[in-house]
């Protein structure tokens, strides 16, 4: 192993950080003691593994040290805290959202230290937050939600380890300034507006100045869900945020603009670097654009004073780096894909491009970046699946990749040239910038709408995810030493893989909760799923898709909700007004928020069932509520989605 990574010393090291992070994370405490005793034998036997202790210790204490406690107790009454926001504001719908870190809150009477970080939500019309600055918020203490479905994101472990142990809501009448000094980057966040007002002056309302603003200035609050199904379904959900590729563009232009300056190493690298991380800063030095601006100045510094670098070396020092600085970083999967594509493009572009040659230029090229495209998605689309349970068809995304990309890096060119010139306010440039969007949206939206070009439902576990990198580990081990022994791990490490997956069987079920103060429920029934409700498409993609994916759904078919269903040996009814059964053998009363919880006093009729409320009602509602029966009562909209299971399910939703 050493004489593998001699050449690769930052390799060796990154390896030795991460086992450290995943071991702070996820090893139980009695683990501890044994694993540090059998580091240290080995030390014994292997010094050259002291090193690797080394490092490992240094990450675990790192990672303990960067772990913030949040100290939030949630109770139903409005709380008093002081915040000071971290971070520039990010415009919702209606309201500012941003992340204030904890300064104090009133309890009992008195005033107490505050720590860790809150999600703050404030509504729209109150003034715009400002970074750095301090603010005294009333509102109701909230936890981050749970996810509604198996298989959907866990925010609450997400936002724990960040430090972040709560959300809460105010109004504008209750949302005061305390002074405070500002961010010392404000002026960056004053030039980011200055380039927002120039191009709203030059780009007609719509769907172009939304991805312009998204695209140069990491603003992209105002793009609509169905625009970021387009540009997911082509693969081009990445230009939609400020990242290594707008980064890369501008490094290049930057490095053609100050080539005069190469003589003077010094003045060259300190330009670039002044005019790249400024660009960071006023994009909001959001992770995309600190990842990629932190690479680029890693080749910059080796190409401007000349030092001998290896690509992978070099990828895996600015990983390191950004590692040490926060660990988190780790568990965050634009983190992932960024480095997972630029490995990809470092260790397959160029064999991929030798593989086949012409005589004719155009074909080259074509050919070249086809190649660019296959060898980023190398490495990243088990990941793009992992996370997103869908993935662009190859067809399509192949066949289009090389228009893409030249149209968007015109368009990306044409975009920088007019930002830099937007002083002497050029009218034609900014006519020019909006053909450039015209077209490019003309094609992938003509693709995206008529072809769907996009294959849902896919699921990839943790298990799978991980054999597929060690079989790519195994593959480049045996060509370049050709040992059969090699082969025969791959095989046995797939056939372990696959022999669970012989044995599934499908769970059949159902699932009920609210949406938008509406009931929705979703049946499972094999391969087989009927979405019952009104439900929005985005909420469908981000809490509801995860579930069927893991699942195994292959089809899915929207239906509009009955009042009464029978699932099981369940019989659901619908109540929009207060009523008495008008069926027997109701099982479960789902109470919608209208007429009928004015008065709760007809759920007298109702003993045998149980209780689902699609909104809690008032203290003084459930207390009508004292001395009646139920078979229990349910809030949905403050839990998990109740879940359902039949015990022997047809292979077809049976709801009426």
Known sequence: MHSFFSPFPYVRLLIYWIAGTLMACYCPLWAWAPLATCGLCICLIQSEFLLALAFITLSV?????????????????????????????VEKANTWSVM?????????????????????????????????ARYLISGYLNPIAAPLFPGGMDWPVYYAQRGVGGQIYAKKDYWLPLGGSASTWDWLNQGRKYFQLALRRALPVGVNRDVAEAMFLGVSSSIDFETMQRYASLGAIHILSVSGLHVGFLYVGLAFIFGFLRRWPWMHFFMIMLFLWAYAGMTGFSGPVLRSA????????????????????TLAFSCLVLLVWDPHYLFQAGFQLSYMAVLGLILFQGWLTNMVTSRFWICN????????????QALT?????????QYPNPVHFFLLNPLLILISSITLGVGFVFLALSPLAISWLGDLLELCFTCFHGLLFFVADYFH????????????????????????????????????????????????????????????????????????????AALYGAMSPAWVQSNVIPMLAQRRVQDTISRKLPQAWSFGEHTFYVAHEPCKPRMAGITDLIIEPSKSSRDLRWLQFWPHAHWYFVRRPSAYRLGQLRGFRSKGITFLGEVPAVYIKKKAARRQPEMY
């Open 61 to 89: 204490f790192r990672y303990g040290q960067l772990k913030i406690p949040c100290a939030l107790a949630y109770d139903l009454s409005t709380r008093a805290c002081v915040i000071q926001v971290d971070g520039q504001p």
């Open 100 to 132: 204030g870190k904890a300064i104090a809150l009133r309890d009992q009477g008195a005033w107490i230290a505050g720590s860790g970080f809150w999600k703050v939500y404030v509504d729209k019309t109150a003034p715009v937050p400002k970074a750095g």
């Open 453 to 528: 070009p996009v294959i849902p439902l896919l699921q990839l576990d943790f298990t799978m995810l991980g054999a597929y990198y060690l079989s790519i580990i195994l593959v480049g081990l045996w060509w370049r030493f050709r040992k059969v022994s090699l082969l025969i791990s791959l095989s046995i490490l797939w056939i372990a893989i696959s022999v669970p997956r012989w044995f599934w069987a499908p769970a059949d079920g159902m699932f009920v909760t609210v949406h938008q103060a509406q009931v929705v429920s979703i049946q499972v029934a094999g391969t087989h």
């Open 365 to 376: 090229q074509l050919w070249e970046v086809t190649c660019v495209a296959i060898a980023a």
């Open 294 to 313: 932190w690479m680029f100045s890693i080749v910059l510094g080796a190409r401007s004073f000349r030092l001998n670098h290896h690509p992978v070396n």
């Open 381 to 389: 689309w088990p990941l793009v699946i992992f996370y997103f349970h």
